[in-house]
C-alpha cells in the first residue's frame, strides 16, 4: 500500500524537481549557445491563455496537448545584407536562416527526446506555397507571438517582434517540450517607439500607425501583393519594415544609428537618380542575379 507523503516530503520533491527543471534549462541553453544560437527564450503554455491574444487553436496545448514548454531560438538577420532588399544576397540569407532554423529546432527536439523528455517542433515557415499563402494569409502557429510570450521582445507597429538586440532583424523558430521549464519574464516596456518609418518606407503602404495603440493596421493583401511581384522577380521577401527599425543594439555595431533619412529619402531619390551614389553598395547588389523578364508560374508557386 502506498504511504502518503509528508508535507516536509512534498516540498522536498517540488526542490528536486524545480533543481533538475533548472538544469535542464542550463542544458538547452547550452546546446544553443555552442549552436550560435542568437536568442533563446523559455515560455510556459499557460502564458497563451492568460494573455487570451491567440485564438484556441493557434495556442501550443491545442496543437500538442503534451507541451509545457516552449522554447524559442532567434537567428539574427544581419543589418547590412537587410539594407540590400531586395537582392538575391537578401533573399540568401533569408533561406539559409530559415534552413538553420528548422535544422536548430529538429536537432534540440531529438536532443530534449533523447533526453527523456517529449518533443516536437513547429517548422519556420508554416507555409507550402504562393497560393496557399493567398488563400489563407495565416501560420497554423505564430512565432512571434511565441518570442513575445517567451520574454524576448515586442510586437512593433509593424507587427514585427522587435528584440533589444536585433530589432526585427531576426527570425524565430519554437520547439515544444513536454518539460516544464522555469519561463522567461516577458518584456514589459514596449520597444516600439512609434517613430512611423515603417509606415512610410512601405512600399505598398500596408502599415498604417494607430493613435490608440502601439500595433498598426496591417493591410495583409497589399504586403502579399509585394511578396508576389518580389517572388516573380526571384529577390523576396521584401522587409523593408524590418530594415529601417531603428529599434537594436545591431545598428550600433554596424555604425547605422544615423541611417534612418537615408532609408526615408531612398525610393524618392532612386526614383528620379538610380545610380545615385549614397546608394550605390545597395543598388549595385539589386542588379545582379536577377533574371529580366517574368518568372514562369511553375517557379513562382513553388519559391514561397
Ligand atoms: S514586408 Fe514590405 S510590403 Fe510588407 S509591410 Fe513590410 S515593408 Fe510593407
Ligand atoms: S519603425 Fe518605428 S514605428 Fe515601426 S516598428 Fe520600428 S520603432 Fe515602431
Known amino acids: 500500500m502506498k504511504k502518503e507523503l509528508s508535507m516536509k516530503e512534498r516540498a522536498e520533491g517540488q526542490k528536486t524537481s524545480q533543481a533538475r527543471t533548472r538544469g535542464l534549462k542550463g542544458r538547452i541553453i547550452r546546446f544553443c549557445r555552442e549552436r550560435g544560437v542568437d536568442l533563446v527564450g523559455f515560455a510556459p503554455v499557460e502564458r497563451w491563455d492568460d494573455a487570451g491574444e491567440v485564438p484556441l487553436d493557434f495556442r501550443p496545448a491545442a496543437i500538442w496537448p503534451m507541451a509545457r514548454t516552449v522554447i524559442v531560438m532567434g537567428l539574427e538577420m544581419p543589418l547590412p545584407m537587410v539594407e ?89 523558430v519554437s520547439v515544444f517540450t513536454s518539460a516544464e521549464i522555469p519561463p522567461d519574464p516577458v518584456v514589459e516596456k514596449d520597444l516600439c517607439i512609434k517613430c512611423a518609418t515603417c509606415a512610410k518606407c512601405c512600399p505598398k503602404k500596408a502599415i498604417r500607425m494607430r493613435a490608440d495603440r502601439i500595433i498598426g493596421d496591417y493591410d495583409d493583401q497589399a504586403c502579399l501583393e509585394m511578396a508576389e511581384e518580389l517572388v516573380a522577380r526571384r529577390c523576396f521577401p521584401c522587409g523593408i519594415c524590418t530594415k529601417v527599425c531603428p529599434i537594436g543594439q545591431d545598428r ?53
Open 252 to 304: 550600433g555595431r554596424y555604425g547605422q544609428k544615423g541611417a534612418i533619412k537615408k532609408y526615408l529619402r531612398e525610393a524618392e531619390i532612386l526614383a528620379s537618380h538610380p545610380d545615385d551614389p549614397e546608394y550605390k553598395s545597395w543598388t549595385h547588389l539589386r542588379k545582379y542575379g536577377v533574371p529580366r523578364g517574368k518568372s514562369r508560374r511553375g517557379e513562382r508557386e513553388n519559391a514561397g
Open 84 to 172: 540590400t532588399t531586395p537582392s538575391v544576397p537578401h533573399m540568401e540569407m533569408y533561406k539559409t536562416a530559415n534552413i538553420e532554423l528548422d535544422q536548430l529546432a529538429y536537432d534540440l527536439t531529438r536532443h530534449l527526446n533523447r533526453l527523456g523528455h517529449a518533443s516536437f517542433f513547429f517548422p519556420r515557415d508554416g507555409f507550402g506555397s504562393m497560393r496557399a499563402l493567398r488563400e489563407k494569409n495565416c501560420a497554423a502557429f505564430s512565432h512571434v507571438m511565441a518570442a513575445k510570450y517567451a520574454g524576448l521582445g515586442t510586437i512593433g507597429a509593424s507587427h514585427c517582434l522587435l528584440t533589444p538586440e536585433f530589432g526585427p532583424r531576426v527570425r524565430f
